[in-house]
């Protein structure tokens, strides 16, 4: 009798783990089946259709080391083993000027267009926290993550810049969150740069 209700009590366990095993094998399936079709048609929504390069998003990219690594498009230009960049105030205004020459993407859907806003701020200034502010707006679309191109990519070029910015209708802006231009502030360039008309953002 012992051993009739020992019997019965003990095969069902491993059945009833191996189902448990199967269950969620089956709905890791289905969620990861479910993540692959929503990113490949994110990806086939703003870059193949679109014809522009395929970018690699900031934080699913594997974070800001990966990003200042990596090449977020297949652009002609330095590669991520090159010098990096020509001081940011010496150069930022004749590259700057170009912003509006070379939009990839198509109208219908919006276009790449360069940040109509920059946040500024010195590190635990609090940026973050009006950069979130400022997003709430519908409008807005803003990056997440600092793609540091005044500091450290800024040798990458404008095209290099473009591919992480988000594609945008005509009436709507952007924002992009990052560090300081700690020199350029320091000597006043900026400020003088916007009075002459640079068309810095
Ligand atoms: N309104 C307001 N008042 C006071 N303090 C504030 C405010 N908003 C953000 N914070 C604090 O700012 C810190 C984050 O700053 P940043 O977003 O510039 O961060 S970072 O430098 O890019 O890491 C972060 O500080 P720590 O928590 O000490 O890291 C935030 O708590």
Redesign the pocket.
């Known amino acids: 009798m012992a051993y009739r209700v020992l019997g019965r009590a003990g095969p069902p366990q491993p059945r009833r783990a191996r189902r448990l095993l199967f269950a969620f094998t089956l709905s890791l399936s289905c969620t990861y089946l479910c993540y692959s079709l929503l990113c490949c048609c994110d990806d086939l929504g703003q870059s193949r259709l679109l014809g522009a390069p395929r970018c690699l998003r900031g934080p699913s990219a594997g974070g800001q080391k990966l990003l200042q690594k990596s090449r977020p498009c297949d652009l002609p230009g330095p590669t991520p083993s090159e010098p990096s960049a020509p001081s940011a105030p010496a150069a930022a205004a004749p590259a700057l000027r170009l912003s509006g020459s070379n939009h990839s993407g198509s109208p219908r859907l919006g276009t790449k267009r360069l940040p109509q806003a920059l946040i500024v701020?010195?590190?635990?200034?609090?940026?973050?926290?009006?950069?979130e502010f400022i997003r709430v707006h519908p409008d807005v679309r803003a990056l997440g993550t600092?793609p540091h191109f005044f500091d450290r990519n800024y040798g990458r070029g404008l095209d290099w810049y473009r591919c992480f910015l988000a594609f945008v209708g005509p009436r709507e802006g952007k924002v992009r969150?990052g560090?300081p231009r700690g020199r350029a502030l320091r000597l006043g360039e900026v400020p003088r740069a916007q009075a002459e008309g640079e068309g810095i953002p």
């Open positions: 701020g010195v590190k635990k200034g609090g940026t973050r926290a009006v950069l600092e969150r560090p």
